[in-house]
């Protein structure tokens, strides 16, 4: 069971480290190189889909989505190092959404939002939340299965 749990703080970790770099490497670019990575990404939904999204509600979405990856992944590496499963994980998430922010508004034609921290952050909880309901699954199944073990023991 330990090795369990040192394979799943590595992997976690190494995803989150994974993650931050994504991340930043989107908040390196230009502003001009950011509008035509969402700008294509757009063209490709619109094909496919139709014109159901704006380029500024997609990229929205892609601040919320990376973030919720993170709070996921930041979940999976507090609980299987520390082993809790609580909220805490959104502290460092925030603090990297913030970072984030500051680091593009020294990008040229990029700027620090204080909404897209807000969004970030929402993302990473709602990541946090999906995290914490799989354990709690998890858990849940592991003593129903160890209560049927123990019936067929005891009977």
């Given at each position: 069971m330990k090795n369990a749990r040192i394979f799943g703080a590595v992997f976690f970790w190494l995803l989150c480290a994974v993650i931050m770099y994504v991340i930043f490497r989107f908040s390196s670019e230009t502003g001009e190189e950011s509008k035509q990575v969402s700008e294509g990404l757009l063209s490709v939904i619109i094909e496919y889909i139709g014109n159901v999204i704006s380029h500024n509600v997609?990229?929205?979405?892609a601040h919320?989505?990376?973030?919720?990856?993170?709070?996921?992944?930041?979940?999976?590496a507090i609980y299987f190092s520390f082993g809790k499963r609580n909220f805490v994980s959104i502290i460092p998430c925030a603090v990297y959404a913030l970072g984030d922010e500051i680091h593009q508004y020294f990008v040229p034609e990029r700027a620090c939002r204080v909404f897209d921290i807000f969004i970030d952050t929402c993302g990473s909880a709602v990541g946090i939340?999906?995290?914490?309901?799989?354990?709690?699954?998890?858990?849940?199944?592991?003593?129903?299965?160890t209560k049927k073990t123990q019936f067929r023991t005891e009977g």
């Amino acid at each position: 069971m330990k090795n369990a749990r040192i394979f799943g703080a590595v992997f976690f970790w190494l995803l989150c480290a994974v993650i931050m770099y994504v991340i930043f490497r989107f908040s390196s670019e230009t502003g001009e190189e950011s509008k035509q990575v969402s700008e294509g990404l757009l063209s490709v939904i619109i094909e496919y889909i139709g014109n159901v999204i704006s380029h500024n509600v997609l990229r929205k979405i892609a601040h919320f989505a990376e973030y919720a990856t993170l709070g996921f992944c930041m979940s999976g590496a507090i609980y299987f190092s520390f082993g809790k499963r609580n909220f805490v994980s959104i502290i460092p998430c925030a603090v990297y959404a913030l970072g984030d922010e500051i680091h593009q508004y020294f990008v040229p034609e990029r700027a620090c939002r204080v909404f897209d921290i807000f969004i970030d952050t929402c993302g990473s909880a709602v990541g946090i939340l999906i995290f914490l309901l799989i354990a709690f699954l998890i858990k849940k199944l592991q003593k129903s299965k160890t209560k049927k073990t123990q019936f067929r023991t005891e009977g």
